[in-house]
């Protein structure tokens, strides 16, 4: 079934079934990927605290932030895709934002 310019509603539904199958859901409330972040950062072969180091965090600290990736800065955030190598902004919204 295309999407036609008279109807606008099907775009918006369409949209909206985008955005949740690239994020995970919590009671209704679209949250980042964290399993993906932890399946990319086990993948990179790079260490827990390495990556913590870099982004200027204690392991532990690391770890919290690992939980909420939402909650990194931004600049965290440019340092954890550029040493996990990751260049998609599909993948980089997938982990990070909601």
């Not at 909206?16 to 399993?35: F, I, L, N």
């Not at 072969?45 to 690391?62: H, N, P």
Request: proline residues 2%; hydrophobic residues 35%.
């Amino acid at each position: 079934m295309g999407l036609t310019k008279s109807d606008p509603s099907d775009m918006i539904t369409k949209v909206k079934e985008m955005e949740t199958t690239t994020t995970c859901m919590k009671g209704g409330e679209k949250v980042a990927d964290v399993q993906y972040l932890e399946d990319v950062i086990k993948g990179s072969g790079l260490k827990i605290s390495y990556l913590a180091e870099k982004c200027g965090l204690t392991r532990q600290g690391f770890r919290l932030k690992c939980k909420r990736p939402e909650s990194f800065t931004a600049a965290q955030v440019a340092t954890l895709c550029k040493e996990l190598r990751i260049t998609q902004a599909s993948t980089q919204r997938r982990i990070f934002f909601t």
